[in-house]
């Protein structure tokens, strides 16, 4: 089955660690995205990547760092620069950035 | 840019009963628009989509939503809940040229009511 998968499903962190959150999509996009989710706030857009080895900043790219070495994989780093980590991280992928997204389930980060 | 407001942050209703919930959004230029559902700790699911045609969109569950362009609304509708339908709702937008990100609503969480 195609689809976006998110590992791991909880994250648990000390504060002032780097953590790695990961998504993989075999739907052959060329569109990548990386969101926030804080309750009461709906999505906010970290980081998209259009294509293979760059990305771009999204609204609250602070504290935040991602690479797209592979077109199925868009990892999140973060960073201990990022001062309350604490949230819901959903992923997402389109076939370009113009058509709707599609997301993963989500990776609930809790730093501690 | 684009932006969304979502007024009702939760609406309760019956089971059996229609809903409707209720997004306006802000944009300088022509946009696409969607409805998207989370169930609790899930990932976003696609309701429904306009991008152009007719104004009136169907989606999966039973749901859809008219795009009114005069009064830049893109409100949601279903004439009968089901228990299962109860979850947060967002709607989001996206202009058709420019920096085209997509712009989500602060969600609406409903409760069906049994």
């Known amino acids: 089955d195609g689809g976006i998968t998110q590992s791991p499903k909880y994250l648990f962190r000390k504060e002032g660690q780097n953590v790695t959150l990961s998504c993989e999509q075999n739907?052959?996009?060329?569109?990548m995205y990386w969101y926030r989710q804080d309750p009461g706030q709906g999505l906010r857009l970290i980081y998209y990547?259009?294509?293979?080895?760059?990305?771009q900043k999204g609204d609250i790219a602070e504290g935040y760092s991602v690479s797209r070495e592979k077109k199925e994989s868009f990892p999140l780093t973060v960073t201990s620069a990022q001062k309350n980590p604490t949230a819901f991280y959903l992923c997402?992928?389109?076939?370009?950035?113009?058509?709707?997204?599609?997301f993963g389930p989500g990776t609930r980060l809790t730093v501690l | 840019a684009q932006s969304v407001t979502q007024l009702d942050s939760q609406v309760p209703v019956f089971e059996e009963a229609p809903v409707e919930l209720r997004c306006n959004y802000s944009?300088?230029?022509?946009?696409?628009l969607f409805w998207y559902v989370q169930y609790p700790n899930q990932g976003l699911q696609l309701l429904l989509k306009?991008?152009?045609?007719?104004?009136l969109v169907k989606g999966i569950n039973g749901f859809e939503a008219e795009f009114n362009k005069s009064q830049t609304s893109f409100h949601l509708r279903k004439p009968s809940v089901h228990i299962s339908d109860t979850a947060e709702y967002f709607c989001?937008?996206?202009?058709?040229?420019?920096?085209?990100?997509?712009?989500f609503g602060t969600g609406t969480r409903l409760t069906v009511i049994p």
């Open positions: 997402a992928s389109s076939i370009g950035f113009d058509r709707e997204q599609f």
């Open positions: 739907l052959n996009h060329d569109a």
């Open positions: 990547s259009q294509i293979v080895n760059d990305f």
């Open positions: 944009s300088s230029v022509s946009v696409y």
């Open positions: 306009y991008l152009s045609g007719s104004t």
């Open positions: 989001a937008v996206k202009g058709q040229t420019g920096a085209n990100n997509l712009f």
